[in-house]
């Protein structure tokens, strides 16, 4: 990266908590802007804030990382997924050979690979198989997108369409269950009940949890029968609609904040901590109505 920027001669370094870009920010002498939503990095937020002019995270951050930090009303997610941004292709139900009315059922599983994913767990594998069965018997159509391999009996269930439509078919689908916690975060956004099974904790869970947006349970054990209680259960459906339409009412268009942010930069960091009206504009007008 340091390499890159001796050639590009940057203004700004901005980046998803990057250790990487910090350092050669403070190299280049320029200003990092970092977005971070995950608290539980703890070794990658102590590596990267001391070469870090601002931190934009979530309002609903658990905790405090100083004066740097600036709390955004909206997730990092909003970014690619507002509704101002992202129109999903319908057409992906056809692409999937799912008839008009059928449900489908969208699973995610993780490979545990990750920095901040160690010691953690997830759904077992008999779980697994189990869920996906429970899901066959009540209809949906099941597929699965995984890291990895998965067990012999699933990989029929494996999702192959491209990659870069994944959020095409996470929009369509009734439901999703999954180990992620971003394609949990991505289907609260895109009005998917989402049960997230992941013995990790963060703000944007929490947040999402008291919403009535996302079911998170830390253990995978049982998890088929829970998830099949609270899909049964009365209104479920007209519930699960009101807290999407007023978790959009309430978040802005973080992308349109990010743009000014940056052209604005160093002043806008100013005008955000004097005047926290200012996300306002950045609500569609729709949602300024409301």
Known sequence: IYRKARTFKPDLFLSFASTYAAHAAFLSRKPHIALDDTEH??????????????????????????????RIPAFVE????????FKPDENIRNDLDLNPD?????????????????????????????????LNAKGYAVKISAEGSLLPELEPYRLKTESHRIHDVLAQADVFIGESGTMSTEACLLGTPAFFVNSLDAGVFREEVDRGLLWHFRSGEDVTNKISSILNTSDFDARHSMAVQKLHAEKIDFTGFLVWFIEHFPMSTLEVRNNPEIFIKYKSQKQKKT
């Not at 909003?78 to 941004?85: N, S, V």
């Open 41 to 70: 990095a703890k070794f990658e937020l102590m590596l990267y804030t001391p070469f870090t002019k601002v931190i934009l995270s979530p309002d609903c951050f658990i905790g405090s990382l100083g004066e740097k930090q600036i």
């Open 78 to 85: 909003f970014l690619y997924l507002h509704r101002e941004r």
């Open 102 to 134: 059928q449900k489908l059922a969208l699973l995610r599983f993780i490979s545990w690979s990750a920095s901040h994913d160690i010691g953690q767990k997830g759904i077992p594998d008999a779980e697994k198989v189990k869920l996906v069965n429970s």
